[in-house]
């Protein structure tokens, strides 16, 4: 069992940066690659990034790539997303996952253990 806890959301001006954290419970988040997914008002959920156990190799869709950076400190059982440049459609609530397959995978039901969400509200 893996419990997560996101943090770091907020109200940002575009152009801006945030860095949500999200720290786990547990013995055992070496052993999971972790995710960011994001979900706005009235749309589903959605990918945002992947980082393997070892945070060697991560995955970003593109509207992220190159702007937002996952990162992860396994003695610290924390994964990071920095989020620079901003822009207003990148509002939403902002979740982590956990995932026990090492295959890179982006899909919602991959993902065996979700933290509850902080929102991020970039203004214009």
């Known amino acids: 069992q893996v419990q997560l806890v996101e943090s770091g959301g907020g109200l940002v001006q575009a152009g801006g940066s945030l860095r949500l954290s999200c720290a786990a419970s547990?013995?055992?988040?070496?052993?999971?690659?972790m995710g960011w997914f994001r979900q706005a008002p009235g749309k589903e959920r959605s990918f945002v990034a992947r980082i393997s156990r070892s945070g060697v190799s991560t995955y970003y869709a593109d509207s992220v790539k190159g702007r937002f950076t996952i990162s992860r400190d396994n003695a610290k059982n924390t994964v990071y997303l920095q989020m620079n440049s901003l822009k207003p459609e990148d509002t939403a609530v902002y979740y982590c996952?956990?995932?026990?397959?090492?295959?890179?995978?982006?899909?919602?039901?991959?993902?065996?253990?979700w933290g509850q969400g902080t929102q991020v509200t970039v203004s214009s």
């Open positions: 547990g013995h055992t988040f070496s052993r999971y690659a």
């Open positions: 996952a956990a995932d026990s397959a090492v295959l890179t995978r982006t899909s919602i039901g991959n993902y065996d253990y």
